[in-house]
């Protein structure tokens, strides 16, 4: 078994990497990433050493003096190693060859390739290979094939039915699925020996030929179709491809320069391949890995068939998402539909219709008007729509009323006799986000997944929906299917905030960094619950506690007379009534069953932020991200203790602690956070899938004000009445022994609320808990007895 180290192999191309290395089951693979700090060769080597890496594969996207510096130390680091006798080395260069002069490859970025192979050059005891895999076909499969790379649009437009070619559009150009790459990657390592030069090419296509493709796939000409000179192209005068406007506007993040910067990666990439450096019958010798390895493994996906399964008639008009950094979380997480799983989302609402006619009418009358709102909802958010697939976020749109209507029949039910209650009791994942209607009790329940919505989102998608009932769109406009809506998927969270680090390693490093008070806990504060674990039942239980207006009202005023967020006030009630029943349950007179315990000194936990003020505001503006999930978290140590005493902090103290906490402007306190996100949130995932869940520290979550989201009361010309929302309730399931608690006002009222399984908890020991919250919350506040 080879001994493998990947760097970059949590990127786009270098995960497929690992991926093809595991599956072969003959390699032992590393990632460099969380630890690797490659400022230093000398440490590189320990390390390599260490693990006794036999082949080391680079991944990086070579766009900068900092990540090709890595490279190179990463080259002489293992060029130190003293063992093993064989070393190979693969280094990031996986299109064409590189060291083609200007006019054949007129790429800026090459310098940063060239110095590579200067080092690499300068070697004695590595093998190393130059893999090329000409331009990656997933281009012209987007969005509806999945990949893993990010979209971008190179000589052909078939949404829009356009096409623009670079020269004469004779220039060929050799070509590979990313998977298919990767996996030719992993079988070279089985090759006794290297040429210096392989490829993984399995198709070759002129520009003309790629249209005819596209033409044949459509059934149709391409209405325009243009060419562009080559020295036009070099000096940045191209037509733009529809997509590619939308790409430039849609991520502001990854082309800060707007279509210039996208215009200049275009024009580079189109040039060189109307020049012929992307024709590897031009390549000279060499190994062609699809060849060499021709009925190992799957069929590779060849052009012609990859363009009719995007645009050929029988094709589903599917878009496909990789999943972002903390949908990643959940889809780990995740269940088949059917089955009861951890952390699905869901909303109650309890709502009133009041006919402006005065005739009464029957629940069953306004099933038309709700469903219809439902399918307006989904022509403005889409993403209702989508499937959470265990690859990739995925979503059809759909060619005809007759599949919205069967759409409509999955998604919206009429669930006769029950309740809110009685659905998120028996809640288990469905194949879509689903809205049921209880007629008797005047109640929506609406569920989905943590990859769909975050608790903005599924305030925002209460607000759209009745906002819809308002004021229904035409039947035009509802039962179009011309695919209009896909412009209004919502991007990722990190397609919109800065994610870049200038540091290779340096994000993987700083994850850790933010989890490391976690690591040191030694007295935590948590829950006692009975030692060991029993199985969690499959029902879900939830208790929700009501301050009344006065209460209420006491609460917020002393909180802002203090300067605090009653999310922080409410944080520092649960860390001292948590503490204080573990501290109970200590006593000689507890539960046999609960192992006896002291209270706890430190309340480690994370803390929700809403990353949708981050965003551009462009994005901002464009309303698509509402109902979405764009939240991440962010881990809190906070001791009961004062550092300088071992006194106990009052509450006010703590409060202040925690209100500093939640009012973080992320990237200014710490410009590394946003690239750290997606390594820390990678780290969560053993825990939550491990075959029994730890931990009964409870978990906060705050909505705020649902009040200044939702208006309540919704009334328009056509709708013959006036809708109201009466109660709101939020939450999701759990299937560990922690309380997910939640906390928002509505109506003048605060509500406390708690999701939980009732294998860990009765319903009268989370009622104690909550009672004991809002007591302690209005004594630490200086309320007394009100």
């Not at 919205?404 to 999955?410: K, Q, S």
């Not at 809002?774 to 009100?786: Q, S």
Request: glycine share 6%; hydrophobic share 40%.
């Amino acid at each position: 078994m080879t001994i493998v180290a990947v760097a970059g192999g949590l990127g786009d191309f270098g995960r497929l990497i690992v991926e093809a290395l595991l599956e072969t089951g003959k390699h032992e693979v590393y990632v460099m990433s969380r630890k690797t700090d490659y400022s230093d060769e000398y440490t590189l080597a320990d390390q390599l050493l260490e693990n006794k890496i036999e082949t080391v594969i680079c991944a990086f996207i070579m766009d900068s003096d900092e990540v090709c510096e890595a490279e190179l130390r990463l080259i002489r680091a293992f060029e130190m190693v003293p063992s093993p006798p064989v070393k190979r080395f693969i280094p990031s260069e996986f299109n064409v060859e590189y060291d083609a002069p200007d006019h054949v490859l007129p790429y800026r970025e090459k310098k940063f390739h060239m110095r590579a192979r200067q080092e690499l050059a300068k070697t004695k005891t590595l093998e190393y290979t130059y893999i090329y895999t000409g331009m990656f076909m997933d281009y012209f499969g987007m969005p509806k094939v999945p990949t893993a790379l990010r979209p971008l649009a190179f000589f052909i437009d078939p949404a829009y039915q356009m096409a623009v070619l670079a020269g004469t559009g004779e220039a060929r150009m050799s070509m590979t699925f990313t998977t298919d790459a990767a996996r030719y990657i992993a079988y070279a390592l089985e090759l006794n020996e290297w040429p210096r030069i392989m490829s993984t090419a399995v198709s070759t296509v002129s520009l003309k030929g790629l249209v005819v493709l596209v033409e044949k796939a459509l059934g149709h000409g391409l209405p325009n179709v243009q060419y562009q000179d080559v020295f036009d192209m070099l000096r940045r005068f191209v037509v733009d491809l529809p997509t590619n406007l939308e790409i430039a506007e849609k991520y502001p993040e990854r082309f800060p320069g707007g279509m210039d910067d996208v215009r200049a990666l275009v024009a580079d990439l189109e040039a060189s391949v109307a020049l012929g450096a992307y024709d590897f019958g031009r390549l000279g010798e060499h190994l062609n890995l699809a060849e060499t390895f021709k009925g190992k493994g799957p069929e590779p996906r060849r052009i012609e068939d990859l363009i009719q399964e995007a645009w050929g008639p029988t094709a589903p008009k599917t878009y496909s998402q990789s999943y972002g950094f903390q949908e990643v979380l959940y889809n780990a997480i995740s269940v088949a539909p059917g089955s009861p799983g951890l952390f699905l989302v869901g909303t109650a609402v309890t709502f009133s219709f009041t006919p402006s006619s005065g005739r009464q009418l029957s629940a069953y009358d306004l099933v038309p008007r709700l469903r219809n709102a439902w399918l307006q909802v989904r022509q403005q958010y889409p993403t209702i729509a989508a499937e959470n697939r265990p690859e990739c976020k995925v979503y059809t749109s759909p060619s005809s009323p007759a599949e919205l209507e069967a759409w409509l029949d999955e998604t919206f039910i009429v669930a006769p006799g029950k309740t809110w209650q009685d659905l998120y009791r028996d809640m288990v994942k469905t194949k879509y986000m689903t809205l049921y209607f209880c007629p008797e009790a005047s109640q929506l329940f609406v569920q989905g997944e943590h990859h769909s919505l975050d608790g903005r989102g599924a305030v925002t998608l209460i607000e759209r929906f009745f906002g819809a009932l308002a004021a229904p769109a035409s039947p035009h406009d509802l039962w179009r299917t011309d695919g209009s809506e896909v412009s209004r998927l919502p991007p990722r969270t990190e397609d919109l905030i800065p994610m870049d680090t200038a540091t290779p390693g340096r994000a993987e490093q700083h994850a850790m960094e933010l989890l490391e008070p976690m690591n040191t806990v030694s007295s935590p504060i948590f829950l006692p619950v009975p030692d060991p674990l029993p199985a969690p039942t499959m029902q879900n239980s939830t208790h929700t506690l009501k301050s009344n207006p006065k209460i209420t009202a006491g609460i917020s005023a002393a909180c802002k007379a203090q300067r605090l967020s009653v999310t922080a006030a409410w944080h520092a009630a649960v860390i001292l009534v948590t503490q204080s029943i573990q501290s109970k349950a200590s006593s000689p007179s507890s539960s046999p069953t609960t192992e006896p315990t002291h209270a706890g000194t430190q309340f480690a936990c994370f803390g929700n932020f809403d990353l949708r003020r981050y965003f551009p505001s462009s994005v901002s503006s464009s309303d698509t991200h509402n109902i979405s999930n764009h939240h991440t978290i962010l881990p809190i140590v906070i001791s009961t203790l004062n550092p300088d005493d071992n006194t106990p902090k009052p509450f006010l103290a703590i409060a202040k602690e925690l209100d500093t906490f939640y009012k973080t402007d992320l990237p200014a306190s710490d410009a590394e956070v946003f690239p750290a996100l997606p390594f820390m949130i990678r780290s969560l995932i053993p825990g939550l899938t491990a075959p029994v869940l730890q931990g009964s520290t409870p978990a906060l979550s705050s909505l705020g004000v649902v009040d200044r989201m939702i208006s309540g009361r919704y009334a328009g010309e056509n709708t013959k009445g006036t809708w109201e929302v009466q109660d709101l309730w939020f939450g999701n399931t759990v299937l560990g022994p922690w309380l997910e608690c939640f906390m928002w006002a509505w109506r003048g009222e605060l509500v406390v609320s708690a999701c939980y399984n009732g294998a860990f908890y009765g319903e009268g020991e989370v009622r104690g808990f909550h009672e004991g919250v809002v007591e302690v919350l209005k004594g630490g506040l200086g309320l007394g007895g009100e």
